[in-house]
């Protein structure tokens, strides 16, 4: 049994011997660069103190700043920061995304704590970072993740706004902030469209659908999400309205099965009005929520937490496809045997980079202090307005009215972000295919992207000139 982190440690080595870096190269690459753990004290609501456990690792500087999220979790622990820093960098390297790689973690289930408490947590969490110099829009700047989201970024910007006046980039210093304190549209959904824009292009290749049986296409594949949180949510959406058919969907209280499909949307209110997935209309209950992903289906999506599919019931799985929606929700063990079996398994290091993707995108809006779309959306309607009108004139047809619509759309701030985030995936994808494809002793798509990865990073490092 290895530690999440010795895991990604052995996926690393594994690739690392099919390339062509020396020794002290990749033990640069792989090591935690900073590891910052700290303590300390918040006063609950009804007067107690308590002690907080939290972490911030930053895995490489080999570009700057780090980027990765904060979770919020009672499993936090250091070995888990440092894992989930290191698929940082090489999830970055691979989408070509300039940051190196961090994460961070506070050891807290946020569901028993009031809204005030949390915010004095972030709030001090923060403070602690800006005292040590590891946040800010040049050097380290976080993101939402497992537990957190737009609410507490926003708590991250003002404490570190207030701590440091006058910073003119400073919205720049965390990243899935609402709209209004500097986000930038399409960040929430990034992860879950990102995830459904990498495994439709595997699945667009015939000759890699061919080999596990499969048709290609999205369309009438069965699909089993792990996790309703926002990722896991997203992806079924996705899923659901490209055609694909959403027969299961588990939670940690138990999983909701209809052949026919369900409606994430319709599940995500009935769990908020009754506390549960479980007696959804016209599904079936699974109580033990894990036994859904051993149900028959087409591809399987674990959008939850890591290590949630090992050795023990990796060997019951039934899908063609896994796509790791979460940051390691495979074993080393689960993933010899489904290499073994001729799974396709789509890896989580750049299967779920649309989040720090689009993070990217909303970091580059805050520093250039302008919505994207601003300055050419309207140049772009008049100029196929008048385009329109010239064809109109010279065959004297007019064109329909859904036409002119469609034609003279000036690209928004949400149309620009969705075209580069699948831009991104869509080379993303075909680069790893490539690298896979092409050496036969590459043994499956992790691998691949391990390689990608690391001949980046190595390359970033070289260029910096330290290693002689
Ligand atoms: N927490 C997300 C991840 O694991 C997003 C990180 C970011 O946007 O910086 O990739």
């Not at 888990?80 to 190196?100: D, H, W």
């Not at 003002?158 to 930038?184: H, M, N, R, W």
């Not at 992806?235 to 999983?255: D, L, Q, S, T």
């Not at 050496?439 to 990608?452: E, F, G, L």
Request: net charge negative; hydrophobic share 40%.
């Amino acid at each position: 049994m290895y530690s999440f982190f010795e895991s990604v440690e052995r996926s690393f080595d594994k690739a690392a011997l099919l390339t062509n870096w020396e020794k002290g190269i990749l033990a640069q690459i792989k090591a935690c660069n900073s590891i910052y753990s700290m303590r300390f004290p918040v006063k609950m609501d009804d007067g107690r103190i308590e002690v907080i456990e939290a972490y911030r690792v930053q895995h490489s500087q080999h570009k700057t700043p780090c980027k990765g999220g904060i979770r919020f979790s009672s499993e936090v622990n250091q070995d888990e920061v440092m894992a989930l820093a290191s698929l940082m960098t090489y999830k970055c390297a691979i989408v070509n995304v300039p940051f190196g790689g961090a994460k961070g973690g506070i050891k807290i289930n946020p569901r028993n704590y009031s809204a005030y408490e949390l915010e004095k947590i972030t709030r001090r969490y923060t403070s602690e970072l800006v005292k040590k110099n590891f946040i800010g829009p040049g050097i380290d700047v976080p993101a939402p993740d497992y537990g957190t989201g737009e609410r507490e970024m926003s708590w991250i910007l003002d404490t570190y706004q207030s701590l440091k006046p006058g910073e003119i980039d400073s919205a720049g210093c965390v990243t899935g902030k609402p709209i209004s304190q500097g986000g930038v549209h399409g960040r929430k959904e990034a992860t879950g469209l990102g995830v459904f824009f990498g495994v439709r292009e595997v699945c667009n290749m015939p000759n890699v659908m061919q080999k596990i049986g499969l048709t290609t296409g999205i369309k009438g594949k069965n699909v089993i999400v792990q996790g309703l949180g926002n990722v896991g949510y997203h992806c079924a959406k996705y899923f659901r309205e490209n055609g694909a058919i959403v027969i299961a969907i588990a939670e940690y209280e138990g999983a909701v099965y209809n052949e026919k499909g369900i409606n994430e949307e319709e599940l995500f209110k009935h769990r908020k009005a009754t506390g549960s997935v479980l007696n959804f209309p016209d599904a079936s209950n699974i109580q033990v929520s894990t036994e859904a992903l051993e149900l028959e289906c087409d591809i399987l999506i674990p959008a939850a937490l890591e290590n949630v599919i090992d050795g023990n019931n990796a060997p019951r799985i039934k899908a063609k496809i896994i796509g790791e929606a979460a940051n390691g929700p495979l074993t080393p063990e689960a993933d010899a045997i489904f290499a073994e079996r001729g799974v396709m398994v789509i890896p989580d290091m750049y299967l779920n980079a649309g989040g720090v993707t689009v993070s990217y995108f909303e970091w580059l809006k805050n520093l250039s202090h302008v919505r994207y779309g601003r300055l050419e959306k309207r140049f772009t309607e008049n100029m196929n307005h008048h385009i329109l009108s010239e064809i109109e004139e010279l065959t004297g047809k007019k064109a329909s009215d859904k036409a002119h619509k469609l034609i003279e759309h000036g690209a928004d701030e949400i149309d620009l972000v969705y075209s580069g985030l699948e831009e991104t995936m869509i080379s993303a994808t075909q680069e790893i295919m490539d690298i896979w494809l092409s050496n036969p002793s590459i043994p499956d798509m992790r691998t691949a992207a391990y390689v990608c990865a690391i001949n980046k990073v190595g390359v970033a490092y070289k260029e910096l000139g330290i290693f002689p």
